[in-house]
């Protein structure tokens, strides 16, 4: 239910844009008396599984991304407990969450700053291709590895479009985060600092930093909560998926590219 | 040698039997026992000994799949709050040292554990408890990366320092 109303907001002419947005947001006052509001921003009580009426999803405007800034790769690295790859004894090879991507037109000298990272798609190729069942959805679109179960084959790397999975070749000596397990033979992607979303933050570490350097260009929130930043700001901008012709139905979107 | 051997799997059945059984141990021969110290956190744990010593794993495996998969974070079997009160003074670890809580009895058990692959074996906490802290992570993976062995706690604290 929720996916067909995520497509729906891909507009297809603005007269039917503002129709659609419209009949969410009745919708949402109708349904959901503030109940949704107070979920998102307490956050759900730990003895609640993930619910499907949220929809974690990230807002990119690449015209405030600055040129020459990293600072959601390192608040992530940080976060999570990954080596930056300037760091790594195997740079090829080490493990990537978020990457800074900056992009030239060769015709146009024209330059676009984003972070690429898991899309978090939500209809994941990673999941559908592997194996063990250990690539999975959480029920709030939060792609994640379950690395109990994977057994390091690598074929969700290969299916992925985004280049978003990286394995762990190392062992990591203990250097790990307590929230944020991670380990030699798995593979491993940005989960949305889903230890940061369950307790509550409704924010990443990305975003986090992006702000702090006042270049706002990350928002993150329920894109399912019609009144929330993330949804009201999807409604004005212009946004594009990336790849958008696969139909992955992407929870990351991206303004200025 | 073949009865010897069989002599002294009997010798460490009835040991490990005997220390399983009470909580002092028998003095008789065979390996030595496990150091269990008393955790440095609460009063007791969230079942009695006896049913954790035989059933930690399964209350783990059930709490680990139901937390991974559908992201409940109660803190009862949960492995970080195992952690928290069980680390040790000496080494802010559960399985630094041989002496440290969770390697002490696997060892003893001949038990592998997995679990310190992936999750750490120290709790959230101060510097003095959890040497990695946002401002010393970036050594301590510089470290590890170089090292090819396992990095003492020791080592990562004095870089913390
Ligand atoms: S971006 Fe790649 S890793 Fe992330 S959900 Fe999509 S296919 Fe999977
Ligand atoms: S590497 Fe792991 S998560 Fe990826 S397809 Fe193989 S088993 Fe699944």
Redesign the interface.
Known sequence: MSDTKMSDNTPDSPERRRFISTATVAAGVTLVPGVMLVEVAQGRP?????SSAVRWGMLIDATKCASGCDDCVSAC??EN?W??VA???HPTQAPQWIRKLELQDPLTQGQTNLPMLCQHCAEPPCVDVCPTGAS?K???GIV?V???ICIGCRYCMMACPYKARSLVH??????????V????G?VEACTFC?QKV?RGDGTTACAEACAKSGNNAILFGDMNDPESEISKRLRELPTKQVRADLNLNLGVRYHGI | MKRLLALGAVVLTTAALAWAGSEEPAQSGGAPKPVITKATKGEHCVEPNDFMRRNHMKVLLHHRDETVIEGIRTKKYSLKECINCHASEKTGSVAASKDDFCVSCHSYAAVKIDCFDCHSTKPQGSMAMHPLNAETAHYAHKLAAQAGRPVSTEEMAGIAQ
Do not use: M, W, Y
């Not at chain 1, 730990?46 to 993930?50: H, T």
């Not at chain 1, 190392?170 to 929230?179: R, V």
């Open positions: 730990e003895d609640q599984p993930a690295s940080t407990g080596t930056p760091e790594s004894k999975f959480r029920d709030d994640l379950n690395r109990h190392e062992p990591l000596n203990d250097t790990q985060k307590p929230d397990p991670r380990g030699i798995c889903v369950d």
